[in-house]
């Protein structure tokens, strides 16, 4: 595959570039800018080699990682998702499976072999920004392969269409691996080891990879980046105009993330049953209208779209959201007001109508999307952690608000945006991630025996 022009690209650009073309080639290149002085001192912290000190919840990434002036988490620039299929031969005929006879198709070998793999990358990486944090998580595809059914204590049904509007595909492989830095060479090192690409892992060689278990989904994998500049780095990407931002993190022009208007790690994580201790994760892969929506529109329509009317006419959000610190200004009125807002006004907010799905005033979903270049034009993958797959549904009906008596020009930003995928998953408690079953033994029945 051929490398990005490093003499044509700053440097931030170059080595998102690299993470996007993915392979031991772009590894190359990336460990040896990364070593060449350009980027300062190469080396990256090391894990540990006690899981025990690790948190249960794969999700637990906001303890980890840094914050930014205004005290909210900031998220690794860097991402990666690894569609992943499970191999023929670790699978057996239900009835059969581990040589138990229960009806699970899953050998217990790869269950062995996942884990290790797992570990090794918290061996070999600190838990952190400058590290790695990642998680595994699993499709009801995935699940459907069992003879049992999933608890009913958790919400993970197949994905669907969710308007009249968009024909998404969907993820129908196994799972995905989430592999975040904010060192591009770190997530394209894990990536490359675990897929037999490499011997050695931060200077660690180890030999247990995935290869016997997974196979790599070339064509699903998906890459992105977020952080402040770096959407205004990609003007040379079609679809990119020279009008984002300088100092935006996000292509649409505006910071997110604000940590009162998301939902904390405990509001997601499933509560009960098998999985306590998991979450449910949705991802959506965006294509987006930039060019539109900063040529048809001015900073004063964006923020009545992006937020809200109040939002613009107050002045309430500076260029690019840097007045909103902690959250995004919208109170309980204004929440209250939306429909009013459609009506008389003729304009609703994005956020303004996502904010009525929110349960005694708290949010339902943790966003952790980044921007995406992927197939050369600009998009979001939209990723959300909730503790069930319903509330990123009743989350995504509040915010089509198809109950509006509006325009879909002036439907907040429905207008400029485009399903393209959607997936559902199960990512479980750190201590059933590696293949699980559809009915593991819970804590509690563990504690019974």
């Not at 249960?56 to 930014?68: F, I, K, M, V, Y």
């Not at 691996?177 to 060192?183: E, F, I, K, V």
């Not at 079609?238 to 940590?259: D, I, K, L, N, T």
Request: proline share 6%; glycine share 8%; aromatic share 6%.
């Amino acid at each position: 595959m051929t490398l990005p022009d490093r003499s044509s690209l700053p440097r931030r650009d170059y080595l998102r570039a690299l993470v996007a073309v993915g392979g031991t080639t772009a590894l190359s290149a990336c460990l040896e800018f990364a070593s060449d002085g350009a980027d300062g001192d190469p080396d990256v912290p090391t894990g540990t080699d006690d899981p025990e000190s690790l948190p249960d919840r794969q999700h637990a990434w906001n303890e980890a990682l840094g914050t930014d002036d205004d005290g909210n988490v900031q998220p690794p620039e860097h991402h990666v998702l690894v569609a992943l299929s499970l191999r023929d031969d670790v699978l057996e005929d239900t009835g059969g499976g581990d040589g138990n006879g229960d009806g699970d198709p899953i050998d217990a070998d790869a269950r062995e072999t996942t884990e290790s793999a797992l570990r090794t990358l918290e061996r070999a990486y600190e838990w952190s920004n400058d590290g790695l944090v990642f998680t595994l998580g699993y499709t009801p595809a995935y699940f459907h392969r069992f003879d049992a059914s999933l608890s009913d204590a958790v919400d993970l049904p197949d994905p669907e269409a969710l308007t009249a509007q968009e024909a998404p595909e969907f993820d129908d492989f196994d799972a995905v691996l989430h592999l975040a830095s904010d060192r591009p060479e770190v997530v394209l090192e894990a990536e490359e080891w675990l897929f037999g690409e490499r011997d050695q892992l931060n200077g660690l060689e180890i030999e247990t990879d995935l290869t016997g278990v997974f196979e790599r989904l070339e064509e699903r994998r998906r890459t992105g980046f977020v952080g402040a500049g770096l959407p205004a780095e990609h003007t040379d990407v079609p679809g990119v105009p020279e009008s984002v931002p300088e100092e935006a993190p996000f292509f649409m022009g505006f910071r997110s993330g604000f940590r009162a208007s998301q939902a904390t790690e405990d509001r997601v994580t499933i509560e009960s049953g098998p999985f306590a201790g998991g979450t449910t994760q949705h991802v959506e892969s965006l294509e987006i209208n930039l060019e539109q929506w900063f040529q048809q529109e001015n900073h004063t329509q964006r923020v009545s779209k992006l937020f809200s009317r109040e939002h613009a006419e107050e002045g309430l959000t500076g260029d690019v959201g840097e007045e909103l610190t902690t959250a995004n200004g919208l109170t309980t009125e204004r929440i209250d007001a939306t429909e009013a807002d459609a009506r008389e006004h003729n304009v609703v907010g994005h956020a303004q109508k996502a904010a009525r799905a929110r349960e005694d005033g708290e949010p339902p979903l943790l966003r952790r999307d980044f921007n995406t270049v992927d197939g050369d034009r600009p998009g979001v993958h939209f990723l959300a952690l909730q503790r069930g797959i319903d509330d990123f549904v009743r989350t995504r009906e509040a915010m089509t608000g198809a109950d509006l008596d509006v325009p879909m020009a002036n439907n907040g930003i429905r207008h400029y945006i485009f399903v393209e995928r959607r997936g559902n998953y199960l990512v479980p408690p750190r201590s059933l991630r590696a293949l699980p079953p559809a009915t593991p033994e819970s804590e509690a029945d563990n504690d019974a025996d």
